[in-house]
């Protein structure tokens, strides 16, 4: 028994001597079905994308744990924040964000801050579009501005996603430009706000790209304007053979104003370093498929993608300016 030990032992060492690295701890990696949280309601672009990567992680086998999307959208989101907010050391729970990581908790003095979370990426950041029935005789951003600066003050409707969220932000800021007020009209979601403007029951919308080109493919809404300092990049045409690259800024129609959406990855409080490092490993894996390519291009994402202290210091500088914007619009809840 003696000499067996000695031999073993002198077998590791003369492994470790000759250069052959021991296998040391496994990095962590789930051990059951990991909650994909959506604080919006489905059809809109975070429900799309959440959904998309879930289908990218399932047909390339990236998990060996299921990705389970689960939809969490009252209270403007709150109700998906303060979920995994309440969900500290769970690394099995991480929630997709959009602008109301910010708005939610400013307009309903929830109790949460983004500072609740563990930041992991930044997927990419998400257009806003101004958006008109394809039947309408609007061509341009111009001739839709000056229809609504020639028409009585409250009678067109703007539709959008939630109220005291980014729709209605952009909203407020128009109507400054504009010097007139809209009746504004929210929705569940910026796929319902779609259909909404399909149906003429709103005038216009300033939703995403990714929620109404299905229905600018189809021929029935048109994309007047984007809320961008510069045009989109993408080259491929959708359709009457225009490509996201030919829908001008509103800058350019006299609407000087600029807004882009977090597109992000947050984990549940006190999440460990390895943990962190895993959903970041597994979303570079993700964004490296052609799928993920092509969705970036189907709805004419920015695609930055920042992680650790710079994703952080990207949402702090944010959650700022979104506390300037929702003061000018009067939509801070009295404790903030």
């Keep these: ?35 994909f949280i959506v604080p919006a309601g489905t059809g809109g672009g975070a429900d799309q994308m959440a959904r998309t990567i879930q289908g990218i992680v399932t047909k390339h086998s990236l998990m060996k744990q299921p990705l389970v999307v689960i939809n969490k959208s009252g209270g403007a989101g709150g109700e998906g924040f303060l979920d995994v ?4 050391g769970n ?10 990581l910010f708005t939610t908790p400013l307009a309903t003095g929830i109790p949460f801050s983004w500072k609740d979370l563990t930041p992991v990426a930044m997927l990419a950041l998400d257009e806003f579009v101004l958006w008109v029935n394809a039947d309408k005789p609007y061509k341009t951003a111009k001739e839709y501005i000056d229809a609504v600066k020639a028409a009585p003050a409250g009678s067109i409707k703007m539709g959008g996603t939630g109220s005291k969220q980014e729709d209605q932000i952009i909203t407020v800021a128009v109507e400054k430009a ?18 909404q403007l399909v149906g ?17 493919r189809g021929g029935k809404l048109r994309p007047l304007c984007v809320f961008d300092a510069k045009p989109m990049a993408y080259d491929e045409p959708i359709a009457d053979g ?13 609407l000087d104003m600029e807004y882009l959406m ?38 004419a994402f920015n695609t930055t993608f920042l992680t650790g202290a710079e994703y ?25």
């Design 262 to 299: 977090l597109r992000g990855i947050f984990m549940a409080p006190r999440a460990t370093k390895d943990q962190v490092e895993y959903y970041v490993e597994l979303f570079k894996k993700i964004r490296a498929t052609p799928e993920w390519q092509d969705f970036m291009k189907s709805g």
């Design 1 to 35: 028994m003696r000499r067996s030990t000695h031999l073993a032992l002198g077998t590791i060492a003369a492994l470790c001597t000759g250069g052959v690295a021991v296998p040391a701890t496994a990095a962590w990696e789930p051990v059951r079905p990991v909650e």
């Design 85 to 88: 907010k309440g969900s500290g």
């Design 200 to 216: 003429n029951h709103v005038d216009s919308t300033v939703n995403n790209p990714i929620e109404a080109v299905a229905q600018w």
């Design 178 to 195: 504009v010097g007139t007020k809209f009746t504004y009209i929210p929705y569940k979601g910026g796929g319902e706000v779609a259909v």
């Design 91 to 100: 690394p099995h729970k991480i929630i997709i964000t959009l602008s109301n």
């Design 312 to 336: 952080a210091k990207w949402v702090e500088a944010e959650d700022k300016r979104h506390q300037a914007l929702m003061k000018e619009a009067g939509f801070l809840a009295p404790s903030n």
């Design 242 to 254: 225009k490509a996201w690259k030919d829908v001008p800024t509103c800058k350019s129609a006299g």
